[in-house]
Every structure is written in structure tokens, then in C-alpha cells.
């Protein structure tokens, strides 16, 4: 079946930092990949996504790229805000059916 | 209002309670899920509805029951539970033909005693 697995965290980082965390999956077929963002006290939401191979979604500054050979689609951010705080899930959509990572807890300190 | 709307957004309750947790989708979609969130745990899918018609139950125990009236209506009914039980329960909602982007509500927080 469909998995993805990534980045264990928590991650700490000073403002103004790089973030990368890492997200790799195993499906068969051709998924969606998604990430998805949760801040405190809230639900998911669609940070951004790629429908196919080498697409790079983006949104506030975050960056993921579906790379195909490597089954990756690590999300990065050139500097990151005491804002971006929350938790980070990575997800696929493969035949109808969706997957999704076990999260990883960003925090960003001042 | 707009997006996925949950109620109550916080409920505690006895075990030998009977509660309702009701989820709203203003957004057209036709396929609706629970999911279930509890701390340093995975997401957990519990129901998936398309098309008002329930395809996924994951091994959830009977005493959580889905009820789908209509496309923009999901209701989980909650009898005898037990305080491992407790977590943040997510609906969320989709549109089955276009890249499956879900839309989530905020959650409802739920307590047992």
C-alpha cells in the first residue's frame, strides 16, 4: 500500500533560518503530493501541492518539488518566521485514497 | 459561512454518555471524512463517505457511528466511550475527481471522564 514517511521531529529554529523537512513516500502510479499545515488550536490546511513529476508547488515562501526518482517532495522555506510555527504533514492521493505522514512540529523562536 | 464548520468545537463527556459531533461542508464537495488526532499519534482516517455512500470504515470501534445524510452533512455519533477516546476529531471534505485536496474543519476537542 501507499506510505510516506518524513521528517521526525520536533524542529527548533531561530527566525530568519532555512527549513527543510523531509518527506518521501512509496506508491505505485503516478500520486499527488501535498503539504498540509496545522497551527495551534486549528485543522489542516493545504500549504501547497504537485500533481506530477518535477512540478514545484508554492505558497507563503515554501517550496516542494516532486521528484520522481528519489520519491521525495521535501518542503523548504530560505527563511523562516516565528509565525511559521505549527506542524508540517506531507500527503499523497493515490488511486482515490490519501496517506499522510506522521507530522513534524516546527517551532520558530524570536 | 464558508469552508468546513464543526460543532461543538470542545465536549466532554461521561462514559456512559450519548454526544453527536456534527460537521458542515459549504464547498460543493462529495466526499466527507473523519479523521481522528491524538497527541504524539499518527492522523487517523476513521470514515470516508462518497457520494453519501460510506467506502472506508478502518476498524473503528461500534462505539463511534457515521451518519451521512446528504453530501454537506457528516455526524459522528459517540455512545459508552472510553477516556483512551479522547483526541481532536477532524472532518474534512473533498471533491473526488479534482487532485483530492481535503479541506478540513477545525476540530472538535473532545474529553472523557
Known amino acids: 500500500g501507499n506510505s510516506v514517511t518524513q521528517m521526525e521531529g520536533p524542529v527548533t529554529l531561530s527566525e530568519e533560518a532555512f527549513l527543510t523537512i523531509n518527506c518521501t513516500y512509496t506508491?505505485?502510479?503516478?500520486?499527488?503530493l501535498f503539504w498540509y499545515v496545522q497551527y495551534p488550536g486549528e485543522g489542516l490546511q493545504l500549504l501547497l501541492k504537485a500533481t506530477k513529476a518535477d512540478d514545484k508547488g508554492s505558497n507563503k515562501g515554501f517550496e516542494a518539488t516532486y521528484r520522481k526518482e528519489t520519491t521525495s517532495f521535501h518542503l523548504e522555506k530560505g527563511s523562516v518566521q516565528v509565525s511559521d510555527s505549527a506542524v508540517y504533514f506531507c500527503a499523497l492521493n493515490g488511486a482515490g485514497k490519501s496517506t499522510f505522514g506522521d507530522g513534524t512540529t516546527l517551532t520558530v523562536k524570536p | 459561512e464558508t469552508g468546513v464548520t464543526q460543532t461543538p468545537r470542545h465536549l466532554v463527556m461521561g462514559m456512559t454518555n450519548k454526544k453527536s459531533l456534527k460537521c458542515e461542508q459549504h464547498l460543493g464537495h462529495n466526499a466527507m471524512y473523519w479523521y481522528k488526532q491524538s497527541a504524539k499519534k499518527p492522523l487517523e482516517l476513521m470514515f470516508v463517505y462518497n457520494f453519501k455512500e460510506q467506502t472506508e470504515n478502518n476498524s473503528v470501534p461500534s462505539r463511534f457511528s457515521p451518519e451521512c445524510p446528504n453530501s454537506s452533512h457528516l455526524f459522528l455519533h459517540l455512545h459508552t466511550l472510553q477516556p483512551e477516546d479522547s483526541a481532536l476529531y477532524l472532518c474534512a471534505s473533498s471533491q473526488v475527481e479534482s487532485g483530492e485536496t481535503q479541506y478540513f474543519g477545525p476540530g472538535t476537542r473532545l474529553l472523557v471522564l
Open positions: 506508491a505505485t502510479g503516478y500520486p499527488s
